[in-house]
């Protein structure tokens, strides 16, 4: 059975550009959860999906991420303009229930903004 | 609002040697609790969880873990060391159901488990 794969692994692009995460969890799985870690920081919950829908966004850290899971299945995170500060690793995980059940986590990708 | 810290950012041991990191949580109410590991250029693979079994819980790799009510502890430990164990190890703590911590994994700092042969 394939893990959580995302795409791409490394991104490199300059401050006011777009760039698209993608996500595609493990098949089966209805929950979806996106963290980020700084460097230097901790692993930071950004926002959980249960299908399609947001569930919890309370981590998302402003209007310029958009996040979105259109049909259950995959899922794409956004950052339109990105600034310096959105430099880091995306990580993607997920779960077939909520709440004690293990997350399956994505290898991540590497976002750097110059 | 739960919090996890894990003391010591880096952890250095010789091979064959114990190997103790250790967690503490902040929660209201007992949490779920989890171990997860990082080895270079791959994902987040969880060692163990506690969710509210046995206190002693038994991960892969030989590692374990003992959750501690009573000094809000979850510290991993494995008797004797190897090369491969070298990584990155994360606490992490979700809450219970009716919680706003329900699913969502908040996270410790990391600690960088160094094994020197």
């Not at chain 1, 929950?31 to 959980?48: A, Q, T």
């Not at chain 2, 009510?69 to 008797?79: A, C, W």
């Amino acid at each position: 059975e394939a893990g959580v794969t995302q795409f791409p692994s490394h991104s490199v692009i300059e401050k006011g550009q777009t760039v698209t995460l993608r996500c595609d969890p493990i098949s089966g799985h209805d929950n979806l959860y996106w963290y980020r870690r700084v460097m230097g920081k901790e692993i930071k919950f950004l926002l959980h999906f249960v299908k399609e829908s947001k569930q919890d966004e309370s981590g998302m850290p402003n209007n310029r991420f958009l996040a979105e899971r259109t049909g259950g299945t995959y899922s794409t995170l956004k950052v339109q303009p990105a600034e310096l500060e959105d430099s880091g690793v995306y990580f993607c995980a997920s779960s077939q229930v909520r709440g004690g059940e293990t997350q399956y986590f994505g290898p991540g990708t590497r976002l750097l903004v110059l | 609002a739960q919090s996890v810290t894990q003391l010591g950012s880096h952890v250095s041991v010789s091979e064959g040697a114990l190997v103790l990191l250790r967690c503490n949580y902040s929660s209201s109410v007992p949490p779920y609790l989890f171990w997860y590991v990082q080895y270079p250029n791959q994902g987040l693979q969880l060692l163990l969880k506690y969710t509210s079994a046995a206190t002693l819980v038994k991960g892969i790799n030989g590692f374990e873990a003992e959750f501690k009510k009573s000094e809000t502890s979850f510290h991993l430990t494995k008797p004797s060391a190897h090369m491969s164990d070298a990584a990155e190890y994360f606490c992490a703590v979700s809450g219970k159901a009716g919680g706003t911590s329900y699913g969502k994994l908040t996270f410790g700092q990391g600690t960088i488990l160094t094994v020197h042969p």
